[in-house]
């Protein structure tokens, strides 16, 4: 598992700068064209394009999507900081699972409970929240690794504005990242563009979460019937936040603000079957898993496919 702290040179269209005008219990809407682009397009972006791995990423060639993404400049990969002269920003990456990696695989299937710690989410524990042990094994790995960056990129800037993107097991990792650094770093604006998150912990979570961003600030993409978001499974007591943003079809350009934790009427409403690693691999095969967001497709063969080497 790894992360990258980007810098973002040029002065892009901010992800950062235009709230939504809503609340947690806002009525179910659909997106428009204008605020898909803003709130989904490029940040998916990110999250597609550390599928390519360390190498390739950090000499910013990674096929189309980084050239899309223009001149942005990667300091270090895995841990270290990068500084923004717009708008102070901070990009945080996480990358998905990696299939050929046991370590990888053993943290998505770890379901059991883990209570977080005070100084990693003060008050958490109090309110009862639990989380995926093993998606909160991984966190504690990359934490200091992120947050020691991100301390150092936004020290001294007026506006200490951090986008965490993440897609899969980089979506669940994410939440935890970007719930860890607003609540650890009061002057700081988190924002978390997240990819086909499976759920992360218990519905004391999801309302610590939902405690933690304004409404808008932490939103979570499911493209139609994506297998990952319908897991682990309600009824074992998981429970997504607020901030679904649900692709209502195969290929569809309709996408749902949908209402509150757990919208019945968004991906909810698809009720997809669990039978075991031979449906998921079969699934996985589909490619509903991997987007598009916006347009963009995520995983290494749709991205990394042309014009690089090794």
Known sequence: MWY?????LPPVQSLTTAPLPLDHHHRRRHLTRDEVLSLVHE???YAA????GPRETSAWACGPHCTALGNISVLESGGDHGATPWCGSTV?????????????VADDLDIRRAVPTDDEFPGASAAGVTLHKGFYRTFRRLAPGVREGVVRSIA??????ILVAGHSLGGALGHLLAVHLQRTLPHAEVHARLFASPRVGNRHWADYVDAT??????LHVVNFNDMVPHLPLREWGFRHPAGEVWIAGPNSEKYVLCHGQEDDHCFSSVKTRVTGMA???QYAGLGVHLGG?????VGRESLCARGIAG
């Open 49 to 52: 394009l550390v599928y390519c």
């Open 92 to 104: 945080v990456v996480v990358a998905g699972t990696n299939p050929h990696s046991l370590a990888s």
């Open 156 to 161: 001294g800037d007026a506006a200490q504005h």
């Open 4 to 8: 990258q702290l980007l810098t973002l």
């Open 43 to 45: 940040a998916a972006r």
């Open 293 to 297: 967001y916006a347009g963009v497709k």
């Open 279 to 281: 449906r998921l691999r």
């Open 213 to 218: 961003f304004p409404p808008g600030q932490s």
